[in-house]
């Protein structure tokens, strides 16, 4: 059923819980398994100003964390048996695990959320909610 799956990991435990899940059901299907994190510059404009919007050394900074978030996850995938692709993706989260998606052929994908409900909903956004709308493949949110 599933050929190709992908999984959006971060360092929260909603994307704990989702990369769980996403192991188990690679490993059931024997798919491929695709982690993506992806640095949100986004997020700097806030803290830089618009002066400066992408300070070299807090981008540095996120493109370390992420090889360090993607390197535990393949750890976790490494103990179910899968050994898992990984991509870094730079720049806004929904458009990337789209285009991740989209890239690798993917025929699931597998995202936690945090949940948020209300003002902090409003101002931080879905991530989740996003791919959820606009994916062109089934999408499984997994809560934390």
Known sequence: MFTSILVAVDASEAAQAALRHACDIAKTYNAKLTLVNVVDVSKLLAVAGYETPYPVDAIEIMRKDSAQ???????TCGETGITPATQTGEGDAVEEILGT?????????????????????????????????RAGAPVLVVRQ
């Open 69 to 75: 978030i993607l390197s535990e996850a393949c750890a």
């Open 101 to 133: 998606a989209e890239r690798i052929h993917a025929d699931l994908i597998v995202l936690g959320t945090h949940g948020r409900k209300g003002l902090s909903r409003l101002f931080i956004g879905s991530v989740a909610e996003g791919v959820l709308r």
